[in-house]
Protein backbone atom coordinates (compact mmCIF):
# COMPACT_ATOMS: atom_id res chain seq x y z
CA UNK A 1 0.00 0.00 0.00
CA UNK A 2 1.35 3.28 -0.96
CA UNK A 3 1.49 6.77 0.70
CA UNK A 4 -1.96 8.26 0.31
CA UNK A 5 -2.02 12.46 -0.41
CA UNK A 6 -4.90 13.93 1.67
CA UNK A 7 -6.63 16.27 -0.75
CA UNK A 8 -7.70 19.60 1.04
CA UNK A 9 -11.51 20.29 2.22
CA UNK A 10 -13.58 21.55 -0.37
CA UNK A 11 -14.38 24.47 2.13
CA UNK A 12 -11.97 26.01 4.75
CA UNK A 13 -12.42 23.74 7.66
CA UNK A 14 -11.21 24.36 11.29
CA UNK A 15 -10.56 21.61 13.52
CA UNK A 16 -11.41 21.22 17.31
CA UNK A 17 -9.73 18.38 18.50
CA UNK A 18 -10.52 17.68 22.38
CA UNK A 19 -7.93 15.45 23.88
CA UNK A 20 -5.18 14.90 25.97
CA UNK A 21 -2.51 17.81 26.58
CA UNK A 22 -0.71 18.44 23.54
CA UNK A 23 3.34 17.53 23.75
CA UNK A 24 2.98 15.98 26.58
CA UNK A 25 3.32 12.64 25.02
CA UNK A 26 2.97 11.63 21.14
CA UNK A 27 -0.26 10.49 21.25
CA UNK A 28 -1.88 9.23 17.79
CA UNK A 29 -4.63 12.08 17.87
CA UNK A 30 -1.69 14.13 17.87
CA UNK A 31 0.22 12.36 15.36
CA UNK A 32 -3.10 12.31 12.72
CA UNK A 33 -3.59 16.32 13.58
CA UNK A 34 0.31 16.55 12.24
CA UNK A 35 0.03 14.90 9.36
CA UNK A 36 -4.08 17.23 8.75
CA UNK A 37 -1.90 20.36 9.52
CA UNK A 38 -1.72 23.08 7.97
CA UNK A 39 -4.13 22.59 5.56
CA UNK A 40 -6.70 21.80 8.50
CA UNK A 41 -5.97 24.77 11.17
CA UNK A 42 -6.92 23.34 14.21
CA UNK A 43 -7.72 24.43 17.47
CA UNK A 44 -6.56 22.00 20.13
CA UNK A 45 -8.56 21.67 23.74
CA UNK A 46 -6.31 20.45 26.90
CA UNK A 47 -8.69 18.35 28.40
CA UNK A 48 -8.67 16.58 31.90
CA UNK A 49 -10.29 13.46 32.13
CA UNK A 50 -11.69 11.62 35.31
CA UNK A 51 -10.37 9.28 37.80
CA UNK A 52 -11.77 7.55 40.48
CA UNK A 53 -11.04 9.19 43.71
CA UNK A 54 -8.71 7.83 45.98
CA UNK A 55 -7.33 8.34 49.44
CA UNK A 56 -3.62 8.01 48.24
CA UNK A 57 -0.45 10.35 48.26
CA UNK A 58 -0.42 10.37 44.40
CA UNK A 59 -4.08 11.91 44.53
CA UNK A 60 -3.67 14.36 47.36
CA UNK A 61 -0.84 15.59 45.00
CA UNK A 62 -2.74 15.86 42.05
CA UNK A 63 -5.25 17.58 44.08
CA UNK A 64 -2.81 20.22 45.42
CA UNK A 65 -1.29 20.87 41.70
CA UNK A 66 -5.18 21.27 40.24
CA UNK A 67 -6.29 23.60 43.03
CA UNK A 68 -2.80 25.99 42.28
CA UNK A 69 -4.39 25.82 38.66
CA UNK A 70 -7.18 27.57 39.50
CA UNK A 71 -5.16 30.61 41.40
CA UNK A 72 -2.75 30.42 38.42
CA UNK A 73 -3.18 30.57 34.37
CA UNK A 74 -2.71 27.23 32.92
CA UNK A 75 0.48 27.37 30.93
CA UNK A 76 0.15 28.51 27.39
CA UNK A 77 2.02 27.07 23.87
CA UNK A 78 3.68 29.77 22.35
CA UNK A 79 3.46 30.15 18.50
CA UNK A 80 6.92 28.96 18.38
CA UNK A 81 6.04 25.63 20.42
CA UNK A 82 3.29 24.68 18.04
CA UNK A 83 3.13 23.70 14.33
CA UNK A 84 1.86 25.84 11.54
CA UNK A 85 -1.49 25.71 11.23
CA UNK A 86 -2.33 24.97 15.48
CA UNK A 87 -3.43 26.89 18.00
CA UNK A 88 -3.63 25.21 21.84
CA UNK A 89 -6.11 26.36 24.67
CA UNK A 90 -5.89 25.05 28.53
CA UNK A 91 -9.03 25.94 29.62
CA UNK A 92 -9.20 25.72 33.58
CA UNK A 93 -11.01 22.88 34.51
CA UNK A 94 -12.44 21.17 37.64
CA UNK A 95 -10.95 17.21 37.80
CA UNK A 96 -14.05 15.30 38.37
CA UNK A 97 -17.47 14.65 36.22
CA UNK A 98 -19.31 13.12 39.19
CA UNK A 99 -22.18 15.90 40.21
CA UNK A 100 -24.24 17.88 37.68
CA UNK A 101 -22.70 20.70 38.83
CA UNK A 102 -18.94 19.98 38.21
CA UNK A 103 -20.21 18.87 34.48
CA UNK A 104 -21.86 22.28 34.29
CA UNK A 105 -18.75 24.01 35.46
CA UNK A 106 -16.96 22.25 33.11
CA UNK A 107 -18.74 22.68 30.18
CA UNK A 108 -19.33 26.41 30.57
CA UNK A 109 -15.65 26.58 31.00
CA UNK A 110 -14.77 24.66 27.97
CA UNK A 111 -17.18 26.83 26.15
CA UNK A 112 -16.19 29.94 26.84
CA UNK A 113 -12.82 28.93 25.80
CA UNK A 114 -13.61 27.48 22.37
CA UNK A 115 -16.41 30.09 20.60
CA UNK A 116 -12.89 32.41 21.47
CA UNK A 117 -11.26 30.73 19.17
CA UNK A 118 -13.83 30.02 16.49
CA UNK A 119 -12.40 31.40 13.48
CA UNK A 120 -15.16 32.96 11.47
CA UNK A 121 -16.10 31.95 7.75
CA UNK A 122 -14.60 28.31 8.54
CA UNK A 123 -16.93 25.14 8.82
CA UNK A 124 -15.88 23.58 12.56
CA UNK A 125 -15.36 19.95 13.27
CA UNK A 126 -15.08 18.51 16.64
CA UNK A 127 -12.91 15.55 17.20
CA UNK A 128 -12.89 14.53 20.51
CA UNK A 129 -10.86 11.32 21.94
CA UNK A 130 -12.66 11.77 25.76
CA UNK A 131 -16.38 10.48 26.78
CA UNK A 132 -15.72 13.84 29.64
CA UNK A 133 -16.90 15.97 26.69
CA UNK A 134 -20.31 14.15 26.46
CA UNK A 135 -22.17 18.05 27.64
CA UNK A 136 -20.26 19.90 24.77
CA UNK A 137 -22.23 18.82 21.45
CA UNK A 138 -25.04 21.02 21.70
CA UNK A 139 -22.26 23.97 21.58
CA UNK A 140 -23.35 26.72 19.05
CA UNK A 141 -20.73 27.17 16.17
CA UNK A 142 -20.03 23.67 15.73
CA UNK A 143 -21.03 21.63 12.54
CA UNK A 144 -19.77 18.03 12.73
CA UNK A 145 -19.11 16.00 15.81
CA UNK A 146 -16.53 12.59 15.79
CA UNK A 147 -15.79 10.42 18.49
CA UNK A 148 -12.32 8.57 18.28
CA UNK A 149 -12.21 6.32 20.61
CA UNK A 150 -8.91 4.90 21.47
CA UNK A 151 -9.46 2.66 24.63
CA UNK A 152 -12.01 1.12 26.62
CA UNK A 153 -12.49 3.89 28.99
CA UNK A 154 -14.68 1.92 31.43
CA UNK A 155 -12.02 -0.41 31.99
CA UNK A 156 -9.48 2.17 31.94
CA UNK A 157 -7.01 2.02 35.42
CA UNK A 158 -8.00 4.02 37.95
CA UNK A 159 -10.40 5.63 35.92
CA UNK A 160 -13.85 6.73 37.40
CA UNK A 161 -15.61 3.78 34.83
CA UNK A 162 -19.23 4.37 36.37
CA UNK A 163 -18.98 8.27 35.04
CA UNK A 164 -16.87 7.68 31.71
CA UNK A 165 -19.19 4.70 30.58
CA UNK A 166 -22.25 6.61 31.72
CA UNK A 167 -20.95 10.11 29.81
CA UNK A 168 -19.48 7.46 26.95
CA UNK A 169 -22.66 7.14 26.56
CA UNK A 170 -24.60 10.16 26.02
CA UNK A 171 -21.83 10.78 23.83
CA UNK A 172 -22.45 8.37 21.43
CA UNK A 173 -26.54 9.93 21.05
CA UNK A 174 -25.01 13.25 20.19
CA UNK A 175 -22.38 12.70 17.69
CA UNK A 176 -22.37 12.58 13.97
CA UNK A 177 -19.46 9.65 13.11
CA UNK A 178 -17.79 7.24 15.37
CA UNK A 179 -14.02 6.24 14.89
CA UNK A 180 -12.04 3.46 16.77
CA UNK A 181 -8.83 2.19 17.14
CA UNK A 182 -9.20 -1.65 17.04
CA UNK A 183 -11.70 -4.15 16.17
CA UNK A 184 -12.50 -5.04 19.98
CA UNK A 185 -13.44 -1.28 20.53
CA UNK A 186 -15.63 -1.47 17.42
CA UNK A 187 -17.47 -4.22 18.69
CA UNK A 188 -18.20 -2.96 21.87
CA UNK A 189 -19.35 0.59 20.88
CA UNK A 190 -21.75 -1.60 18.36
CA UNK A 191 -23.20 -2.83 21.50
CA UNK A 192 -23.97 0.71 22.74
CA UNK A 193 -25.49 1.13 19.05
CA UNK A 194 -22.69 3.40 17.47
CA UNK A 195 -21.54 2.33 14.08
CA UNK A 196 -17.42 2.67 14.01
CA UNK A 197 -15.27 3.19 11.57
CA UNK A 198 -11.39 1.29 12.00
CA UNK A 199 -8.36 3.60 11.91
CA UNK A 200 -6.04 1.57 13.49
CA UNK A 201 -2.18 3.22 14.73
CA UNK A 202 0.04 4.39 12.17
CA UNK A 203 4.07 4.77 12.28
CA UNK A 204 6.63 7.02 11.42
CA UNK A 205 8.99 4.57 9.62
CA UNK A 206 12.17 7.09 9.17
CA UNK A 207 11.96 8.36 12.56
CA UNK A 208 12.13 4.46 14.12
CA UNK A 209 14.84 3.01 11.34
CA UNK A 210 17.23 5.99 11.74
CA UNK A 211 18.22 6.00 15.15
CA UNK A 212 20.04 9.70 15.66
CA UNK A 213 24.10 8.90 16.38
CA UNK A 214 23.63 11.93 18.96
CA UNK A 215 20.61 10.67 21.10
CA UNK A 216 21.97 10.30 24.97
CA UNK A 217 21.89 6.75 26.84
CA UNK A 218 20.02 7.19 29.87
CA UNK A 219 22.34 7.16 32.80
CA UNK A 220 19.93 4.54 34.23
CA UNK A 221 20.77 2.29 31.42
CA UNK A 222 22.53 -1.35 32.76
CA UNK A 223 25.47 -2.84 31.88
CA UNK A 224 25.41 -5.18 29.07
CA UNK A 225 26.63 -7.97 31.46
CA UNK A 226 23.34 -9.90 30.55
CA UNK A 227 20.78 -9.22 27.62
CA UNK A 228 18.83 -6.26 27.81
CA UNK A 229 14.80 -5.85 26.93
CA UNK A 230 13.27 -2.91 26.61
CA UNK A 231 9.65 -1.61 27.01
CA UNK A 232 8.20 1.80 27.15
CA UNK A 233 5.07 3.40 28.03
CA UNK A 234 3.07 4.09 30.72
CA UNK A 235 3.58 1.78 34.01
CA UNK A 236 0.42 1.04 35.48
CA UNK A 237 -1.48 -1.97 36.46
CA UNK A 238 -1.80 -2.97 32.79
CA UNK A 239 1.65 -4.42 33.28
CA UNK A 240 2.10 -8.06 34.19
CA UNK A 241 4.29 -7.62 36.85
CA UNK A 242 5.15 -11.73 37.52
CA UNK A 243 6.39 -11.59 33.97
CA UNK A 244 8.94 -8.75 34.02
CA UNK A 245 10.02 -10.36 37.44
CA UNK A 246 10.40 -13.94 36.01
CA UNK A 247 12.49 -12.57 33.12
CA UNK A 248 14.79 -10.48 35.21
CA UNK A 249 15.48 -13.58 37.53
CA UNK A 250 16.58 -15.41 34.55
CA UNK A 251 19.40 -14.04 32.99
CA UNK A 252 17.88 -10.55 31.71
CA UNK A 253 17.53 -6.62 32.66
CA UNK A 254 14.37 -5.36 32.10
CA UNK A 255 14.06 -1.64 31.69
CA UNK A 256 10.48 0.08 31.91
CA UNK A 257 10.85 3.14 30.42
CA UNK A 258 8.13 5.49 31.26
CA UNK A 259 5.74 7.56 33.71
CA UNK A 260 4.26 5.65 36.50
CA UNK A 261 0.35 5.88 36.84
CA UNK A 262 -1.50 5.34 40.14
CA UNK A 263 -2.64 2.62 41.13
CA UNK A 264 0.23 0.93 40.59
CA UNK A 265 -0.31 -2.55 41.92
CA UNK A 266 2.59 -3.84 42.33
CA UNK A 267 4.65 -2.52 39.02
CA UNK A 268 7.42 -0.56 41.64
CA UNK A 269 7.90 -3.74 43.31
CA UNK A 270 8.97 -5.72 40.03
CA UNK A 271 12.14 -7.66 41.49
CA UNK A 272 15.45 -6.54 39.42
CA UNK A 273 13.57 -4.20 37.24
CA UNK A 274 15.22 -1.08 36.20
CA UNK A 275 13.19 2.07 36.00
CA UNK A 276 14.44 5.04 33.95
CA UNK A 277 11.14 7.29 34.38
CA UNK A 278 9.86 9.02 30.93
CA UNK A 279 12.19 9.64 27.99
CA UNK A 280 12.33 11.79 25.03
CA UNK A 281 10.08 10.12 22.16
CA UNK A 282 13.61 11.76 19.94
CA UNK A 283 15.88 9.53 21.97
CA UNK A 284 13.84 5.73 22.49
CA UNK A 285 15.05 4.61 18.62
CA UNK A 286 18.53 5.21 20.11
CA UNK A 287 17.40 3.10 23.16
CA UNK A 288 15.70 0.62 21.36
CA UNK A 289 18.85 0.25 18.89
CA UNK A 290 20.93 -0.39 22.17
CA UNK A 291 18.31 -3.14 23.73
CA UNK A 292 18.31 -7.08 22.89
CA UNK A 293 14.56 -7.07 22.73
CA UNK A 294 11.39 -4.59 23.28
CA UNK A 295 8.74 -6.60 25.08
CA UNK A 296 5.32 -5.99 26.18
CA UNK A 297 4.38 -7.55 28.80
CA UNK A 298 0.40 -6.50 29.48
CA UNK A 299 -2.29 -8.25 31.15
CA UNK A 300 -4.90 -10.67 29.45
CA UNK A 301 -8.16 -8.55 30.72
CA UNK A 302 -10.94 -6.29 28.75
CA UNK A 303 -8.94 -3.16 29.14
CA UNK A 304 -5.77 -4.64 27.46
CA UNK A 305 -8.14 -6.54 24.68
CA UNK A 306 -10.27 -3.36 23.49
CA UNK A 307 -6.78 -1.16 23.07
CA UNK A 308 -4.41 -1.26 20.38
CA UNK A 309 -1.06 -0.39 21.60
CA UNK A 310 0.53 2.43 19.75
CA UNK A 311 4.02 1.26 20.70
CA UNK A 312 3.27 -2.36 19.12
CA UNK A 313 4.01 -0.83 15.23
CA UNK A 314 6.96 1.33 16.90
CA UNK A 315 8.84 -1.37 18.09
CA UNK A 316 7.97 -3.53 14.89
CA UNK A 317 9.14 -0.41 12.91
CA UNK A 318 12.95 -0.54 15.02
CA UNK A 319 13.44 -4.16 13.22
CA UNK A 320 14.35 -5.49 16.55
CA UNK A 321 12.82 -8.44 18.09
CA UNK A 322 9.48 -8.19 19.57
CA UNK A 323 8.27 -10.17 22.17
CA UNK A 324 4.59 -9.16 22.94
CA UNK A 325 1.21 -10.75 25.15
CA UNK A 326 -1.17 -12.88 23.16
CA UNK A 327 -3.82 -10.35 22.76
CA UNK A 328 -6.51 -9.33 19.44
CA UNK A 329 -4.04 -6.81 18.83
CA UNK A 330 -0.89 -8.09 18.85
CA UNK A 331 -1.88 -11.27 17.26
CA UNK A 332 -2.90 -9.33 14.20
CA UNK A 333 0.56 -8.77 13.39
CA UNK A 334 1.82 -12.40 14.70
CA UNK A 335 3.99 -13.01 11.52
CA UNK A 336 6.12 -9.67 12.75
CA UNK A 337 6.57 -10.72 16.17
CA UNK A 338 6.37 -13.26 18.92
CA UNK A 339 3.68 -13.80 21.22
CA UNK A 340 3.14 -15.48 24.63
CA UNK A 341 1.07 -16.50 27.05
CA UNK A 342 2.37 -17.95 29.95
CA UNK A 343 5.38 -16.59 32.05
CA UNK A 344 7.70 -19.26 31.30
CA UNK A 345 6.80 -18.98 27.45
CA UNK A 346 7.68 -15.48 27.61
CA UNK A 347 10.73 -15.49 29.64
CA UNK A 348 11.90 -18.37 27.06
CA UNK A 349 11.27 -16.37 24.04
CA UNK A 350 13.34 -12.64 25.15
CA UNK A 351 16.09 -15.22 25.90
CA UNK A 352 15.56 -17.02 22.46
CA UNK A 353 15.22 -14.11 20.22
CA UNK A 354 17.99 -12.20 22.33
CA UNK A 355 20.32 -15.20 21.34
CA UNK A 356 19.32 -15.32 17.78
CA UNK A 357 18.23 -11.78 16.81
CA UNK A 358 15.22 -11.55 14.75
CA UNK A 359 14.10 -14.10 12.18
CA UNK A 360 14.31 -13.23 8.87
CA UNK A 361 10.85 -14.47 8.37
CA UNK A 362 9.68 -11.45 10.64
CA UNK A 363 11.70 -8.81 9.04
CA UNK A 364 10.24 -9.45 5.81
CA UNK A 365 7.12 -9.47 6.95
CA UNK A 366 7.85 -6.33 8.79
CA UNK A 367 9.19 -4.60 5.40
CA UNK A 368 6.25 -5.52 3.62
CA UNK A 369 3.71 -4.80 5.82
CA UNK A 370 4.52 -1.51 8.09
CA UNK A 371 4.96 0.80 4.94
CA UNK A 372 1.41 1.12 4.11
CA UNK A 373 0.52 2.02 7.74
CA UNK A 374 2.01 5.66 7.72
CA UNK A 375 0.68 8.42 10.24
CA UNK A 376 -0.84 9.59 6.76
CA UNK A 377 -2.64 6.99 5.28
CA UNK A 378 -4.57 7.07 8.81
CA UNK A 379 -5.04 10.70 8.29
CA UNK A 380 -6.56 10.31 4.91
CA UNK A 381 -9.01 8.03 7.00
CA UNK A 382 -9.85 10.80 9.56
CA UNK A 383 -10.01 13.32 6.79
CA UNK A 384 -12.89 10.97 4.62
CA UNK A 385 -14.84 11.13 8.10
CA UNK A 386 -14.50 14.98 8.76
CA UNK A 387 -15.57 15.94 5.22
CA UNK A 388 -18.78 13.66 5.23
CA UNK A 389 -22.00 15.00 5.64
Not at 176 to 192: H, P, W
Not at 325 to 341: G, H, I, K, N, S
Request: hydrophobic share 40%; proline share 9%.
Amino acid sequence: MSKIDIPPPRVPTQLIVFADDWGRHPSSSQHLIRELLPQYPTLWVNTVGTRRPRLSLNDIKRAFDISARWVAPRRQHTPQECPPGLRVIAPRMYPGYRTGWQRRLNARQVRDAVERGLQPGYRHIAITTLPTTADLPDMPGIDRWVYYCVDDYSAWPGADHAVMDAMERELLNKVDAVAAVSSVLIDRLGTLGADARLIDHGVSLEHWTTPDPASPITHHWPDESRPIALFWGLLDSRLETSWVSALTASACHAVLAGPHSAPLDGVLMISGGVFTGPLPHKDLPAHAAASDVLIMPYIDAPVTRAMQPLKLKEYLATMKPVVVRDLPATREWADCCDLATSAGGFVDLVKRRAETGILPEQLEARKRRLPGESWTNKAAQLAEIISAG
